[in-house]
C-alpha cells in the first residue's frame, strides 16, 4: 500500500499494544506529584506557579458558580498543553490530532455545561438565544439561528483542535519531505526550505499552546453564560 | 483521513477520559499555595474592645 502523508496519524499499534494508550499515560511522567513537604525543587515550583496563575486568569471572568470547574478546567489546560508540546519532537504521536479524542472531550464538557444551565436558570439559559434589541420580524429566524450556533459549538470546539494540529504537522512533514528531496538537486533552495521548516515550526509550538488555551477558554465561556 | 476510522474512537474516548479524571487532577491538586507570610512590624496592633460574649 503506498505510503501518504496522513499516514502518520493513524493510531499506532506495536506488537498488539496500542501506542495512544503509551502516548496518554507517559506526558504525565513529566509532572511530579508534589508530596507534603513544604520546599520544592525548581521544576515543581514553576509548575505550581504556572498552575495557580493559569487558574486565576482563568477565574477572572467567571461568577462563583464557575468556580466549581477551577480543578476540571486547569486540569484539561495541562493536558491539551503537554500533549501538543509533546507532539512536535521528531517520531512522536500526537493523540490530539486525533478527531475522537477531541470531540470525546469536547461534547461532554459543552453538554455539561448545558444541562447546568438549563437545570439552575433554564430562562436564563435560552434567553441566550435571542439576542437583546432584535428588530421583531427577525426574531424567529435569529432563534433558529442561535439554535443552531449552539449545537455546532462541541463540534467546532473539537474539529478546531484536529485540524489546527494535523494541518502544522502536516506542513512539517510536507516542508521537511521537500527539503531533504531538493538537497542533492539544489542546495540553496534546500537551506531556504529549511529557514522555513525552522519558522514553522516556531509557528507551530505556538499553535500548540494557543489552540489548548482557546479550547479551555472557549469552554470556560459557555460555562459563564450557564452558570 | 484516519482519523476517522471509527474502529479505535471508543477505545481512545475511554481511555482519555481515565486519564483525564484520575491521574491529571491528582497531580494539580496535589500542589498546594501556602499563605503569604505577612511583614513583621514593630507597632503592636490596634485591638478594639467587642461588644458580643466572650464564650
Not at chain 1, 208 to 227: H, R, T
Given at each position: 500500500?503506498?505510503?501518504?502523508?496522513?499516514?502518520?496519524?493513524?493510531?499506532?499499534?506495536?506488537?498488539?499494544?496500542?501506542?495512544?494508550?503509551?502516548?496518554?499515560?507517559?506526558?504525565?511522567?513529566?509532572?511530579?506529584?508534589?508530596?507534603?513537604?513544604?520546599?520544592?525543587?525548581?521544576?515543581?515550583?514553576?509548575?505550581?506557579?504556572?498552575?495557580?496563575?493559569?487558574?486565576?486568569?482563568?477565574?477572572?471572568?467567571?461568577?462563583?458558580?464557575?468556580?466549581?470547574?477551577?480543578?476540571?478546567?486547569?486540569?484539561?489546560?495541562?493536558?491539551?498543553?503537554?500533549?501538543?508540546?509533546?507532539?512536535?519532537?521528531?517520531?512522536?504521536?500526537?493523540?490530539?490530532?486525533?478527531?475522537?479524542?477531541?470531540?470525546?472531550?469536547?461534547?461532554?464538557?459543552?453538554?455539561?455545561?448545558?444541562?447546568?444551565?438549563?437545570?439552575?436558570?433554564?430562562?436564563?439559559?435560552?434567553?441566550?438565544?435571542?439576542?437583546?434589541?432584535?428588530?421583531?420580524?427577525?426574531?424567529?429566524?435569529?432563534?433558529?439561528?442561535?439554535?443552531?450556533?449552539?449545537?455546532?459549538?462541541?463540534?467546532?470546539?473539537?474539529?478546531?483542535?484536529?485540524?489546527n494540529l494535523?494541518a502544522g504537522h502536516?506542513l512539517?512533514?510536507?516542508?521537511?519531505?521537500?527539503?531533504?528531496?531538493?538537497?542533492?538537486?539544489?542546495?540553496?533552495?534546500?537551506?531556504?526550505?529549511?529557514?522555513?521548516?525552522?519558522?514553522?515550526?516556531?509557528?507551530e509550538?505556538?499553535v500548540?499552546?494557543?489552540?489548548?488555551?482557546?479550547?479551555?477558554?472557549?469552554?470556560?465561556?459557555?460555562?459563564?453564560?450557564?452558570? | 483521513?484516519?482519523?476517522?476510522?471509527?474502529?479505535?474512537?471508543?477505545?481512545?474516548?475511554?481511555?482519555?477520559?481515565?486519564?483525564?479524571?484520575?491521574?491529571?487532577?491528582?497531580?494539580?491538586?496535589?500542589?498546594?499555595?501556602?499563605?503569604?507570610?505577612?511583614?513583621?512590624?514593630?507597632?503592636?496592633?490596634?485591638?478594639?474592645?467587642?461588644?458580643?460574649?466572650?464564650?
Open positions: 500500500m503506498m505510503l501518504s502523508f496522513f499516514d502518520q496519524f493513524m493510531s499506532p499499534t506495536y506488537l498488539g499494544i496500542p501506542l495512544m494508550a503509551l502516548a496518554l499515560t507517559l506526558p504525565w511522567v513529566l509532572y511530579p506529584t508534589p508530596s507534603a513537604r513544604w520546599l520544592n525543587n525548581r521544576f515543581l515550583a514553576l509548575q505550581g506557579w504556572f498552575i495557580n496563575r493559569f487558574t486565576q486568569q482563568l477565574l477572572l471572568p467567571l461568577s462563583l458558580g464557575g468556580h466549581k470547574w477551577a480543578a476540571l478546567l486547569t486540569s484539561l489546560m495541562i493536558f491539551l498543553i503537554t500533549i501538543n508540546m509533546l507532539g512536535l519532537l521528531p517520531y512522536t504521536f500526537t493523540p490530539t490530532t486525533q478527531l475522537s479524542l477531541n470531540l470525546g472531550l469536547a461534547v461532554p464538557l459543552w453538554l455539561a455545561t448545558v444541562l447546568i444551565g438549563m437545570r439552575n436558570q433554564p430562562t436564563h439559559a435560552l434567553g441566550h438565544l435571542l439576542p437583546e434589541g432584535t428588530p421583531g420580524p427577525l426574531i424567529p429566524v435569529l432563534i433558529i439561528i442561535e439554535t443552531i450556533s449552539l449545537f455546532i459549538r462541541p463540534l467546532a470546539l473539537g474539529v478546531r483542535l484536529t485540524a494535523t502536516l512539517i512533514q510536507l516542508i521537511a519531505t521537500a527539503a531533504f528531496v531538493l538537497l542533492p538537486l539544489m542546495p540553496v533552495v534546500a537551506i531556504l526550505t529549511s529557514t522555513v521548516l525552522v519558522l514553522l515550526t516556531l509557528l509550538v505556538a500548540a499552546m494557543i489552540q489548548a488555551y482557546v479550547f479551555v477558554l472557549l469552554l470556560s465561556l459557555y460555562l459563564q453564560e450557564n452558570v | 483521513m484516519p482519523q476517522l476510522n471509527p474502529a479505535p474512537w471508543f477505545a481512545i474516548l475511554v481511555f482519555t477520559w481515565l486519564v483525564f479524571l484520575t491521574i491529571i487532577p491528582t497531580k494539580i491538586l496535589a500542589h498546594t499555595y501556602p499563605n503569604e507570610p505577612t511583614s513583621q512590624s514593630t507597632e503592636k496592633p490596634k485591638t478594639e474592645p467587642w461588644t458580643w460574649p466572650w464564650y
